[in-house]
T-cell receptor
Framework: NAGVMQNPRHLVRRRGQEARLRCSPMKGHSHVYWYRQLPEEGLKFMVYLQKENIIDESGMPKERFSAEFPKEGPSILRIQQVVRGDSAAYFC??????????????FGEGSRLTVL | SQQGEEDPQALSIQEGENATMNCSYKTSINNLQWYRQNSGRGLVHLILIRSNEREKHSGRLRVTLDTSKKSSSLLITASRAADTASYFCANLNGSSNTGKLIFGQGTTLQVKP
């Protein structure tokens, strides 16, 4: 049973380019979370999605960032017109449950974005 | 900000010693979880303690929760060099219906052989 799969593991972009990060949740999991981690810091929540629905995007920057989790295929975090401040590790996590009483999140290995 | 705080930020001990990390949070919680992150890797779930529990054990790990002080501690007994990692607490907001975890800043633990 494969874990949460993220790709690419490393991505280098120049300022102004687009970055697309992909996440396939664990089999049987229908809830996906994206977090961002700056060097030497904790994880900051970005967005929570279920299939075809954005449930909570309170941590997403208002501009340039978008996320989707289509009926078929992986969840995608898209960053348009990247800037140096977007350089970070982006982690995807999945769970089979959500809400009160839910348990642990299962994390991928992360995608490390470097903006030149 | 809902981010909790962890204390200490960094901890260095000798193999065999115990390591204690503390975590404080700001809102009411449903549960509190501890995760481990090796350098350059993703987070791995260690242990979950619910708001109506005060203490929980798992192998060499012991977690306590004091909801009156909004704090939790993680104790690793008989530490090993392989325990070297960053440790994060994360809480599930009591009013949340999304399962969104709020993470602390983490404690970096170094265990010297």
């Amino acid at each position: 049973n494969a874990g949460v799969m993220q790709n690419p593991r490393h991505l280098v972009r120049r300022r102004g380019q687009e970055a697309r990060l992909r996440c396939s949740p664990m089999k049987g999991h229908s809830h996906v979370y994206w977090y961002r981690q700056l060097p030497e810091e904790g994880l900051k929540f970005m967005v929570y999605l279920q299939k075809e629905n954005i449930i909570d995007e309170s941590g997403m920057p208002k501009e340039r960032f978008s996320a989707e989790f289509p009926k078929e295929g992986p969840s995608i975090l898209r960053i348009q017109q990247v800037v140096r401040g977007d350089s970070a590790a982006y982690f995807c996590a999945s769970s089979p449950l959500a809400g009160v009483g839910s348990g642990e999140l299962f994390f991928g290995e992360g995608s490390r974005l470097t903006v030149l | 900000s809902q981010q909790g705080e962890e204390d200490p930020q960094a901890l260095s001990i000798q193999e065999g010693e115990n390591a204690t990390m503390n975590c404080s949070y700001k809102t009411s919680i449903n549960n509190l979880q501890w995760y481990r992150q090796n350098s350059g890797r993703g987070l791995v779930h260690l242990i979950l303690i619910r708001s109506n529990e005060r203490e929980k054990h798992s192998g060499r790990l012991r977690v306590t929760l004091d909801t009156s002080k909004k704090s939790s501690s993680l104790l690793i007994t008989a530490s090993r060099a392989a325990d070297t990692a960053s440790y994060f607490c994360a809480n599930l907001n009591g009013s949340s219906n999304t399962g969104k975890l709020i993470f602390g800043q983490g404690t970096t633990l170094q265990v010297k052989p």
